[in-house]
């Protein structure tokens, strides 16, 4: 059973940034993908960032493409997520999750059908 910890969730203004991290423990194959995801009050939780693991190939949703990155740090189990100029918009409750399945055809990175084990969230909170 995976584990992921999510940390770097805050509170900032318009404009500013933040770097959420992901750490990933408790697994013993190798991790085929890891997301980011988030959920607003009375929203459906969505996929913003995903990646490919070892490759690194990246996905990002339309809303936050050009302004998050997603990142790997395979020698510590972490996936980063760099948030610039962020949006009140982008207030929401960001999870993290990992696909250590089997298999080889396999939803996107960014779909929820990918996933089976998520993070507990952080929250990010963008005021104008």
């Known amino acids: 059973q995976v584990q992921l910890v999510e940390s770097g969730g805050g509170s900032v203004e318009a404009g500013g940034s933040l770097r959420l991290s992901c750490v990933a423990t408790g697994y013993s194959d190798r991790l085929n993908a890891m997301g980011w995801f988030r959920q607003a009050p009375g929203k459906e939780r969505e996929g913003i960032a995903g990646i490919d693991l070892p490759d690194g190939g990246a996905f990002y949703a339309d809303s936050v493409k050009g302004r998050f990155t997603i990142s790997q740090d395979n020698a510590k189990n972490t996936v980063y997520l760099q948030m610039n100029n962020l949006k009140p918009e982008d207030t929401a409750m960001y999870y993290c999750?990992?696909?250590?399945?089997?298999?080889?055809?396999?939803?996107?990175?960014?779909?929820?059908?990918?996933?089976?084990?998520w993070g507990q969230g952080t929250q990010v909170t963008v005021s104008s």
């Open positions: 999750a990992a696909d250590g399945s089997q298999g080889v055809l396999k939803p996107s990175p960014l779909s929820k059908r990918r996933y089976k084990n």
